[in-house]
Structure formats: structure tokens, C-alpha cells
């Protein structure tokens, strides 16, 4: 009945195709290499409750009122300081979610192109269907962005943005190389489009020599919208991330932050505000990736041990998955059913391609699950990725 009065770009949105997994992922009966969320072992909860309670006390009106916009300065310097840039170019965010969502309003009309990576972010093209935008994929390989291929689906469709992660994409889990980046700045000079760099994997990295310098600090045309999260190294129910942006564009966002919330959770930005003036969050860093590289470890060990003959996968140097290929002709959406038969659980990939591709594809993360039961799991699954290929 209120079909009719719904909005063209409500009619656009898109729900998660993934979310509704979240059943599996919360099943304790099943071994989950489905969830896309950080583990809470990694939470400082202590910390959040002590500085939780020191800041209700002691500063309520800061932490229990409403604040600026922008967000709160200290915090807004920090990561001024932390990113390079300055504070007139930094906004704090209801997670860096509501950054996708902002941009999208902001730069967006109905039927612009954004080009993403193929596979890319399921919420980031739920942010841009919600403009009503018009997607196009560009092809990766194991360094990233192909550049011949942005180049030639640029010149045909005549993007307005860039959607990239260029560190240890969700859900691929890659690295984009260092000399991809400059190709994809080239371009976007080239053929005048905007790039947001989606970065809130840069901080977890488990190897030596990973270099993941943001394009942003090579960006000389103020093309880069560079966004940031605290989710993955604090916790997301702290809904704590940011953009830096061209000044000029940070004002505009700065506009429809306005209409959308007046500001973000203020006792949620004086917690992770605490946290960084007190100089913990670099230790912290430090404790989340000991935690993730050991299992990360043991996840990857069992792919090379079941999976050598059966699949390809990336390396997982960074971040929270890691992306595995089957043989062509399989397709993973049928095969979930079989796997949580057998008691354990993935994502299918081909959700996270905008091209319909990707079909033989299925992401895994090691956050979850105690290395015991990833093990038990790897084996599980590939008893059933077996009988399929
Ligand atoms: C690539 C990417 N961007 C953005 C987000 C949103 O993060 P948050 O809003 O918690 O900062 C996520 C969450 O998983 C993500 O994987």
C-alpha cells in the first residue's frame, strides 16, 4: 500500500545481500568463516568503561551534549595530525558508513556513475544505489586496480567517483601495490573523476614491508576523499570513523551532516577522543594485530594444507578476510547450504560483484572462530568445496 509514496531512491536502494547470514554467523553450532565484524576479544572494554564513566561524571557537558558538527576538535586534530592533514579538512563520522552515505548525497545525482572495484564493499554500493547512482565495475587483479581496465571503462562511462579500498579490501582482502595507486591517481587526473579511498583495514597488518601509504598523501589535485574508521582498531559500537577531505568539500559534507544528524555520538567521540590524548592508541593497534595474526596464520596454514588442488586464495597480509576462487563452473550460493550441513559457514562472493560475476568465489575470515575450530572448520569446508569442484 505505501509503495507509491516511496521515494525514486528509496525504490533504488538495495538490502544487504549478506546480512541475512547473519543467523549462520551467530549459530554457535556452526563454525563461521562468514562474519564481516571485528572479534570483541579485541574490544578494551576495561578502558571504554572506565573512560565511559570518568567522562559522564566529570564532563557531561561535552559528553552528554550536543557538539560541533565537524565533531569534536580535540579529536578532529588528532587525526588532522595522524593523516597530515589539516583540521579544516577532517570530519568526524557516525562510522565511516555515514561517510559513504554523506559523499553520495553530496556528489550524487540520480544516474552519475561511480566505478567500484570488482568485487568492492557491499555497504558502499548500498550508500551509492541509494542516490540512485549507476555502478560500474572495474576489473583487480592480485596488485589491485588493473589501470587498463579503469582507463577503458572510464573513457566509456564517465564516472563522477572512484570507489577504492586499497588497503586489504573487504572482501578481497588485497593490497593494492604502491605503483597501481599512482596509475589510478594518473587516471582519475586523466579523465577528471574523484576517488574516495576507503581505509579502515590500513592499521591491521600482519607482515613485514606491507606498504600501505594512502593515495591521499600523493594526491596534488585535491581528488581524494579519504575515510577512516576507529571500528576496526577500538570497536564499531562506537560508530566513531571520518573523512579528510579537500576543504572545499569538506564544508559541503560538513552541510549535509548537518541535515542528517547535527553532530555524531558525542559521548561515543569523547571515549575514542580519551583513548587517543592518553597515547593508547598505537599499543592497542598493537594488541589487535597479535590478536588477528595468529589466526590468520592458522587459517591460511589450513587452505595451503586442503585447499591446494582446489582453489586460489589472497594472502591476507592485512585485514579481516581472505578471498577464495574455485573452479569456474562452481557456484558457492548453493554451496552455503551444503556447508552449514556440514556445520560450518562462509559468504558467497558473488553479492560483492556488481557485474554479476564472481559467482565461483566465497570470502572467509579468520576473526571469529578459536583456532581449534578453524581448523575443525577448514577441514569441514573442504570436504564440501570437494565434492562440488
Ligand atoms: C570497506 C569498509 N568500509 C566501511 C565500513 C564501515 O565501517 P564503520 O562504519 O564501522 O566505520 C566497513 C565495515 O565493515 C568496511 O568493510
Known sequence: MHDRFLSRDARNMVP????????????PNIISFAGGVPSPETFPAERIADIAAKVVRERRNVALQYGPTRGLPRLCEFIAARTGASADQVLVTTGSQQALDLIAHTLLDPGDVVLVELPTYIGGTASFHARSATLAGVEQDD?????????????????????????????????????RRDEVLRIARELDFLIIEDDPYGELVYVDGADTTPMRTRDVDERV????????????????????????????????KQAADLCSG????????????????????????????????????????HFANLARWTPADGGLFT????????????????????????????????????????????????????????AKLATVVARAN
Open 143 to 179: 596488485d589491485g586496480i588493473v589501470p587498463a581496465s579503469l582507463e577503458d571503462v572510464a573513457r566509456r562511462v564517465k564516472p563522477k567517483l572512484l570507489y577504492t579500498i586499497p588497503n586489504f579490501q573487504n572482501p578481497s582482502g588485497r593490497l593494492m601495490t604502491q605503483a
Open 16 to 27: 544487504s545481500a549478506i546480512r541475512r547470514f547473519a543467523k549462520l554467523i551467530n549459530d
Open 323 to 378: 578471498f577464495v576462487t574455485l573452479n569456474a563452473d562452481v557456484d558457492t550460493a548453493p554451496l552455503v547450504e551444503e556447508a552449514v550441513k556440514h556445520g560450518v559457514a562462509f559468504i558467497p562472493g558473488g553479492p560483492f560483484f556488481v557485474d554479476g560475476s564472481g559467482r565461483n568465489t566465497m570470502r572467509l575470515t579468520f576473526a571469529k572462530e578459536p583456532d581449534e575450530r578453524i581448523r575443525e572448520g577448514m
Open 225 to 256: 576523499i579519504y575515510l577512516g574508521s576507529f571500528s576496526k582498531v577500538l570497536a564499531p559500537g562506537l560508530r566513531c570513523g571520518f573523512v579528510v577531505a579537500p576543504p572545499s568539500l569538506a564544508s559541503r559534507i560538513e552541510i549535509a
Open 266 to 305: 558525542m559521548l561515543d567521540q569523547s571515549i575514542v577522543d580519551e583513548l587517543c590524548a592518553a597515547g593508547e592508541l598505537d599499543p592497542q593497534i598493537q594488541k589487535v594485530r597479535a590478536f588477528y595474526r595468529g589466526k590468520r596464520g592458522v587459517l591460511i596454514g589450513e587452505l595451503e594444507k
